[in-house]
């Protein structure tokens, strides 16, 4: 039986938006004219040290708001956009929104505005320049001076989005997602679960996020473990670890989620997993703590059976597990124990019986069968349905 959260048991019952019929010419122009959807900006420029004194101020920039990536840059990065300063090679203007008079989040430039904030708090220390080599090793405290004057008389942009583009909060909300994804467009190119995060702001996206933080999880997906300040100010084993980059860890909570849901299957992954996202915009408080406590008794129930093999698919012509988790095995494993967290006393007790015919499914099924080559909708329920069998047959000896 599959548990679900309250919403859950409605949430395919409503059609999404559908397409609204076609406007004329005359209803398009006066749509035009009225100023609807038009956005509201005003142009800054300011000397870096006085917008690094700015950020100081309480309440003057949200440098992460709930739609920017997780941070990206490592040392190297960050030093050669100084460096670009120091030479006066244009830097392109951050993007704002003014969120209340005189208080702003950042639409896009979360990651030059850490920069130049960490060079001039010291934290920063030079690396990888290209054009001024002999000022790698160096803080901006330890620079020459004439160096430090040249780099001080450097302004930053901005663009800032008025309150005014947006006529209340729901609006508003919209109006910084849009933006975003089109200022994202053209530069690092986002993943699909980096944009559902972008775009789909709701208490669930949040559980999503929360999910991943756990220990267990880190530590099965080869995610390093850190605390909440090493989170906001990302280590080099964590900005260079792409599961966490590109929030793929993300993705893989939202699977388990969504894949419980797999006879609503349609369109291939990414979309199916982008239609769950949508529909769980609504979901509340009680919805996120049922799912919350699913998944993590269905993950803990895992690790209890498989301890360090936990969603590492058995190699046939290695004869031996492999050393990583999978994402199609991940699948079908949780969705089959969410459903039989009842049985969790029998399934542990004969775990031992679990690893062997786990080990007999990859023995007696084709080449690919749990390792994700065919992510059709056929295929995903064959393999939910498979290890779902399996695990009834030792429940049930």
């Known amino acids: ?60 920039i949200l440098l992460k708001p709930f739609y920017q990536r997780r941070k990206r840059w490592d040392a190297t990065r960050q030093s050669r956009l100084i460096e670009s300063f120091i030479v006066n090679v244009p830097v392109p203007p951050i993007f704002l929104y003014e969120k209340a008079y005189n208080s702003y989040e950042v639409m896009d430039g979360q990651q030059r505005i ?19 080599p002999e000022l790698n090793g160096r803080t901006y405290q330890q620079l ?15 663009i800032v989005l008025l309150k005014e583009s947006a006529q209340d909060e ?18 690092v ?59 793929e860890d993300v993705e893989l909570v939202l699977r388990f989620f969504s894949l419980r849901h797999v006879e609503q299957f349609q369109g291939g992954m990414q979309s199916f997993l982008t239609k769950y996202s949508v529909r769980a915009l609504t979901f509340g408080d009680e919805d996120v703590a049922a799912l919350k406590t699913l998944f993590q008794d269905t993950f803990r129930l895992a690790q209890e059976l498989y301890g360090e093999l936990t969603f590492r698919p058995y190699n046939l012509r290695k004869g031996k597990w492999d ?8 699948d079908a494993v949780m969705v089959s124990l969410s459903r039989r967290l009842d049985t969790r006393d029998r399934l542990v007790e004969r775990r031992q019986r679990v690893l062997t015919m786990t080990e007999e499914l990859f023995v007696n099924n084709p080449s690919g069968t749990f390792t994700g080559r065919g992510n059709t909708k056929a295929d995903i329920e064959m393999r939910i349905d498979l290890f779902g069998r399996m695990l009834d047959a030792v429940v049930s000896e």
């Open 170 to 187: 729901e609006e508003a909300t919209t109006l910084k997602q849009l933006v975003f994804e089109r200022l994202n467009t053209g530069g």
């Open 1 to 60: 039986m599959q548990p679900t959260a309250p919403s859950e048991t409605r949430m395919w019952q409503k059609q999404l938006a559908l397409p609204r019929q076609v406007p004329s010419d005359g209803e398009i122009n006066e749509k035009y004219e009225s100023g609807e959807q038009r956005i509201v900006t005003e142009s800054n420029r300011e000397k870096l040290p006085n917008f690094v004194e700015a950020l100081k101020k309480p309440n003057y």
């Open 189 to 247: 190119k986002l993943s699909h679960q980096e944009i559902r995060n972008a775009l789909y702001q709701s208490k669930f996206n949040t559980l999503l996020l929360d999910l991943t933080k756990t220990p267990e999880f880190r530590d099965c997906w080869g995610i390093p473990r850190v605390t909440e300040a090493e989170e906001l100010a990302p280590s080099f084993k964590l900005l260079t670890n792409r599961m966490w980059q590109t929030m």
């Open 144 to 158: 020459p001076s004439k160096i430090k004057s040249g780099i001080d008389r450097r302004s930053i942009s901005s």
């Open 114 to 132: 850490t920069a130049i904030q960490d060079f001039y708090e010291n934290r920063l220390v030079l690396k990888g320049l290209e054009r001024w």
């Open 323 to 330: 050393r990583t988790p999978q994402k199609a095995f991940y």
